[in-house]
């Protein structure tokens, strides 16, 4: 895993050609940031970086999206708030909840579910639920956080430079299954 700028994510070994994002357009990227109105006053946009990070995880299919930690004492809320502010500026239907330590995980796990492309075939959800962003605990400190990750589309790891502790990240890895991670991000 080789670090990277705050806010690309990335999958295995990075490219020599860059970060291995997909740019997005440019003129996409100014209508976000141009002329964003809440009741009649204007509102900042999200940061460039969670802007760039949003247009990279739609290059995967998901519904649901898990932000996991990679070590005890880590936190993934603002990454979740971040990115459904970027969602809403685009007009897309994006709810994100932040687990603490009273959430029943059953149920969190099956309102990711709904939302998730894995329903079984011939069921959907009596409305659309559009995208869920889960804000997760770190697994490797409370493991009942891996039922939302089971039931989740996609998963991406996120690592804190300077504080997150290699081991940690690793047995974060094992314990979520290599084949479920989108990616990881780096905050600096």
Request: with cysteine; charged share 20%; glycine share 8%.
């Amino acid at each position: 895993m080789k670090p990277m700028k705050s806010g690309h994510i990335t999958r295995g070994e990075q490219s020599s050609e860059g970060t291995g994002v997909v740019a997005p357009d440019p003129l996409v990227l100014a209508a976000l940031e141009a002329d964003l109105l809440d009741k009649g006053r204007r509102i900042d946009a999200p940061s460039r970086q969670f802007q760039e990070l949003w247009f990279a995880l739609l290059q995967r299919s998901w519904r649901s999206l898990a932000l996991v930690p990679g070590d005890a004492g880590g936190s993934a809320n603002e990454i979740a708030i971040s990115l459904t502010e970027v969602g809403r500026v685009l007009h897309e239907s994006v709810s994100s909840f932040v687990t603490t330590d009273t959430l029943d995980y059953v149920s969190a796990a099956e309102v990711v579910a709904a939302a998730g492309s894995s329903t079984p075939a011939g069921t959907r959800p009596v409305e659309p639920v559009g995208r869920i962003i889960a804000a997760l605990p770190p697994v490797v400190a409370d493991p009942l956080g891996l039922k939302i990750v089971a039931a989740a589309d996609i998963v991406v790891i996120c690592i804190e430079m300077g504080r997150t502790r290699l081991a940690a990240v690793r047995r974060t890895i094992e314990l979520v299954g290599r084949d479920r991670i989108a990616g990881c991000l780096l905050i600096q």
